[in-house]
């Protein structure tokens, strides 16, 4: 976490939601946590249970978990279309659970953008009217969310299909008008809801790399959602793995799949082909003095995958560089077939 | 409500006396479980036929067999004898009071009296727009032509020329058999009812979905407003509000609102919650969500909503003629009085084509795609309406060259009623239904009757009850009791037994007719099809419009009122089980064809298990239907609560005639709990849902 030192945008802390019982039914100590003895009650259900987590500037935070592990329930308390039996939400600061229905409404007329599961376009509204739904609730003139609106269609590829209905579209493009939408007000932070479970495998991975090319132009502040680890390995700066509503693991897909901190994380990260994941520098060694170096280097940012064959193929240690070309460290041919050939079941430490 | 384990086998293995307590108490919170009915309807028969069978030997004491009632039936032959023996309990004398203390003492009169003044004078506008006025401006009435180019244009525009061409021919109807007058002033009421039942229906509806405590009390009031007789209402709109036009457009948007409630409701809460999510996260406001974002959502069952509102108001203001509500409704009454059969056949089908027509606009105008940004030039985007003021200006330019096309003189005479009275008295020569009759009437019709009236009143409350108990525990139960102990204390029982034995019987013959016919046509998709179509079109029907082939062919007896009980209520079991049969998943019928099944056990071990409970809900509707309709058919002299509602209509005795709607009501409900709730969970059981 490399910006630690700046303010993260969403910060939570303590989290709770509890359906079937209200807050004032339950015992909070000093820390906000709150005495387990609820649980016993029937008809009660822990969807998030003490979750704190930070999402800094531009930082593309996925959450995965299998279904019924809170984490769709988690993002919709951050955006507050649920409301948290207890804890604390800020973004940018600001005490999001205090605020009123109106601040919360210019919140997310200004800051927010969300994708959901199946789309949620409004069936009666054409591409055009959905993507400009927003701005229309901002009281935007039409000539002008008109114009933004056609930007965005742009933007998502979807030109010559600004008058159809959803029902006209595949998936694929129901869910891109949905993206459009959701980018629409311009938002600070951006949250997607299993965007792209409900599409085709192909166009699944078609839709991954177009948002992985929207972010990289937008550097918006992203809480991603999604039950498949491959998806969340793919994307994510940081991952959190919830369980139970939990959040079992925080971390860079590399240090997760490096050192799986729970039994249940290990079991996603035993089947992941590592060289996919772990990068140069998450392998490297450090360099011994006057150690003789191949005369090309690789860069610390490099995957394992792209530069396997090289490595295997020196009997020396080749360079590890980052971005300023200084030599940070070394990777050994004996290290890179450790990373390949190792066998991938459970927590294996280094 | 799955037992545990294997119920069935502790069921064999443990002896009946040792039931234990815990049973008991499932049977009473939750009825038995499906597999244990079997047993626990033959112990609830035994029970009953104990009950009959006790009567003839005098073992029943009186205050079981038989509570006080109004009057006795004597069954071998008609004669109604007056026995003057009061109710147990002053049901209705207690309502009549309530209502006039309301009305008078408290001076409800007041509000109500604004609502009849203001409602007189909407009606007032429309009908002197429509039909010329007091010609002030000197505008006379518009010319039929007019009208004749407005109905092609729209339902060229909504749908195509077929419509088109019905909604002309329609007015030309209007226009040639002389009932021009009568149609205008029915589509004035139309016009002022049926916004305003939207409206409201709509108000209550999203009311309901704001707040669960609403919904939990206007439901329960709806339902026994839909399923209250429509003569019952018309008392009570009488004495609030007084006989004239406005009193029908007032019974028909209280018909007409139950409806709409419903379906506003079903489509606000049916909206996928995503949906209201994204709006949320839109920046919505409350107000801005539910104009922008619920109501769109849920337009496809509010459409539904607003064309069920448009027929109930058609076949009200039929029925309203029996308050003197003018127009076509009033003019087939008069005839159907003076049994001119020939006349009314004529009208008859002026009602159903409008019917059809404003069903067909309606329709078509829910399922109009609306093209917003195509960026078409002004005069093709509006190409309609523009042709429309360009044909309207014409037929008024031509109507004032040709009269004939400003308004078909009266004195033409033109009708063809004479040859319809000709072929009805050919009929009556040649088709011997008398025979038919007689058998009918007096092998079956009669016994049967005689055999409900026999059973002592606690023989079929006990029945009743006992189902309630064996389905629903000891909710159901109650509640089934309940409505029919309300029935005997208001004594009305032996009346109310002859309507259920007019409705079991016209049930019965539509579900021995309907469900074989709705097999069939579901074995074909065309078919299917078609039948479908036909079932939509007789429900367009105004209920009251199916009296008059049943006179034609019967003349007036029971029997006629039953044949016209089941033409009106063949209709859902048809549609039911062809919708249940077509919703069978295919991969279930791919399934069977691969085990091998021949067409006969695919229909034994997969179409009618599976249907069943759809079609549980179609004899449901039928029975509903049937309830309603034998009512109306009393109109042909039957002897039951219908005939007794009639004479409080014609004596505005409020609180008998709202006791014997209740009554009906209450009978209507008691079939609607025990099927729904079966039905409900058979599908669940089935994994259906």
Redesign the interface.
């Known amino acids: 976490m490399n910006t630690t030192s700046l303010q993260p945008v969403i910060r939570c802390q303590t989290l709770y939601k509890i359906f079937g019982i209200t807050s004032d039914q339950l015992q909070k100590d000093s820390q906000g946590l709150i005495d387990p003895s609820y649980r016993d009650r029937q008809g009660v259900v822990t969807a998030v249970d003490n979750v704190s987590l930070d999402v800094s500037d531009g930082e593309l935070l996925v959450v995965m978990g299998l279904s019924g592990s809170g984490k769709s329930t988690l993002v ?1 308390c951050l ?1 507050r ?1 649920i409301e948290p039996t207890s804890g604390s939400i800020e973004i940018e600061g600001n005490d999001v659970l205090a605020m009123s229905e109106k601040e919360l ?2 919140l ?3 800051k ?3 994708v ?11 591409v ?2 959905n993507i400009a ?2 701005l ?3 009281g935007m003139k039409r000539a002008e969310f008109v114009e933004r609106a056609m930007k965005m269609i742009a933007l998502v590829g979807l030109d010559e299909k ?2 159809s209905f959803p029902r006209e579209l595949s998936g694929g493009q129901q869910q891109r008008v949905g993206i459009a ?2 980018l629409a ?1 311009e938002p600070d932070i951006w ?1 997607l809801d299993e965007p792209f479970s409900a599409l085709d495998p192909l166009i699944r991975k078609e839709m991954q790399d177009e948002f992985l090319r929207l972010q990289s132009m937008l550097k918006k502040t992203i809480v991603f959602i999604t039950h498949d680890f491959d998806e969340a390995l793919k994307l994510a700066d940081r991952i959190a793995i919830m369980y139970h509503g939990n959040i079992e693991q925080i971390g860079r897909p590399e240090d997760i799949v490096l050192n799986p901190a729970t039994e249940y994380v290990a079991k996603f990260t035993s089947d992941v082909p590592r060289e996919k994941v772990l990068t140069a520098g998450s392998v490297m060694d450090e360099r011994k003095e006057q150690e003789a170096l191949a005369s090309k280097s690789v860069r610390i940012d490099d995957l394992v995958e792209t530069i396997a064959e090289y490595v295997l193929g020196q009997s020396i240690p080749v360079p590890v560089v980052d971005a300023q070309d200084q030599i940070v460290g070394v990777l050994h041919q004996a290290r890179m077939l450790e990373i390949l050939f190792h066998e991938r079941a459970g927590p294996s430490g280094s | 409500m799955r037992g545990p384990g294997h119920p069935a086998l502790e069921a064999t293995t443990t002896p009946f006396k040792e039931i234990s307590l815990s049973r008991m108490k499932d049977l009473l919170l939750k009825g038995l479980p499906p597999e244990q009915r079997a047993k626990g309807a033959l112990v609830l028969l035994a029970i009953v036929g104990v009950l009959i069978l006790a009567k003839p030997f005098n073992l029943i004491p009186d205050f079981l067999d038989e509570l006080p009632q109004h009057t006795y039936q004597s069954s071998i032959n008609k004669e109604i004898q007056e026995i003057k023996r009061t109710e147990l309990v002053p049901i209705g004398a207690a309502l009549e009071w309530t209502f006039y203390y309301l009305r008078d003492d408290l001076h409800v009169s007041v509000v109500t009296r604004f609502f009849s003044t203001s409602l007189k004078a909407l009606v007032d506008v429309v009908h002197n727009i429509l039909s010329g006025g007091r010609k002030g401006f000197g505008l006379d009435a518009p010319p039929w032509s007019a009208l004749l180019v407005i109905a092609l244009t729209l339902g060229y525009a909504l749908k195509g020329w077929r419509l088109s061409l019905l909604g002309g021919g329609t007015v030309c109807y209007f226009a040639i058999f002389g009932l021009w007058t009568y149609a205008m002033t029915t589509l004035a009421y139309l016009a002022v009812a049926v916004p305003i039942s939207i409206i409201i229906g709509l108000f209550l509806g999203i009311w309901c979905y704001k707040k669960k405590s609403v919904e939990v009390s206007i439901l329960p009031i709806l339902s026994v407003a839909q399923t209250m007789p429509h003569f019952a209402y018309l008392i009570a709109v009488v004495v609030f509000f007084g006989i004239g036009h406005q009193t029908g457009v007032i019974a028909t948007i209280i018909f007409a609102v139950p409806p709409m409630v419903r379906l506003t409701l079903l489509g606000l809460q049916t909206i996928s919650p995503e949906i209201v999510e994204a709006g949320k996260m839109a920046g919505c406001t409350s107000r801005q969500l539910l104009f922008r974002v619920q109501l769109p959502s849920a337009r496809n069952e509010i459409m539904i909503g607003i064309n069920q509102v448009i027929m109930q108001c058609l076949a009200m203001v039929v029925i309203a003629a029996f308050i003197g509500a003018d127009g076509l409704g009033f003019r087939l009454l008069h005839k159907l009085i003076a049994l001119k059969l020939g006349e009314c056949v004529e009208i008859g089908f002026a009602i159903v084509l409008l019917a059809l027509v404003l069903d067909g606009l309606s329709k078509a105008w829910a399922e109009k795609k609306r093209d917003y940004r195509a960026n078409l030039p002004f005069y093709r985007r509006y190409k309609y309406s523009i042709l429309l003021v360009v044909l309207v200006a014409i037929a008024y330019i031509l109507a004032s060259y040709f009269p004939i096309l400003n308004k078909i003189p009266r004195d033409l005479d033109i009708t063809y009623a004479k040859s319809w009275d000709g072929f009805i008295d050919w009929t009556v020569v040649n088709w011997q239904t008398r025979d038919f009759r007689y058998i009918m009437l007096v092998h079956i019709l009669t016994p049967l009757r005689d055999a409900l009236l026999f059973m002592p009143f606690i023989a079929i409350m006990v029945l009743v009850a006992g189902v309630g108990l064996l389905l629903g525990g000891y909710y159901s139960a109650l509640l089934t009791l309940g409505f029919l102990l309300f029935i005997a204390l208001a004594g009305w029982w032996d009346r109310a037994m002859i309507t259920l034995y007019m409705v079991l019987f016209s049930t019965f013959i539509c579900i021995v007719v309907g469900i074989p016919l709705g097999l069939w046509s579901a074995m074909r998709e065309k078919r299917a099809r078609t039948a479908l179509f036909w079932c939509d079109t007789f429900q367009t029907f105004p209920s009251f419009i199916y009296i008059i082939p049943a006179i034609m062919l019967f003349r007036v007896n029971d029997f006629t009122a039953i044949m016209a009980v089941v033409a009106y209520a063949m209709v859902p079991a048809v549609r039911y089980t062809v919708e249940g049969l077509k919703n069978i998943p295919p991969e279930l019928h791919e399934a069977v064809t691969m085990a091998g099944c021949n067409k006969r056990q695919r229909l034994l071990q997969l179409q009618l298990p599976v249907a069943l409970p759809h079609i549980m809900l179609g004899v449901n509707q039928t029975v509903m239907f049937a309830f309603s309709m034998v009512i109306i058919a009393a109109f042909v002299g039957t002897i039951d609560l219908g005939q007794s509602i009639f004479k409080a209509l014609s004596e505005t005795a409020l609180g008998k005639g709202v006791t014997l709607g209740l009554c009906v009501s209450f009978m209507a409900l008691t079939v609607d709990h025990l099927v729904v709730r079966w039905a409900r969970e058979r599908r669940r059981l089935l994994g259906l849902d």
């Open positions: 919709r955006s279309l409404i210019e997310r007329r200004n927010m953008g969300m959901f599961q199946n789309f949620a376009l409004l069936p009666h509204k054409t055009l009217e739904f927003p229309q609730m901002r600004e008058n939408r959701s007000v949250f």
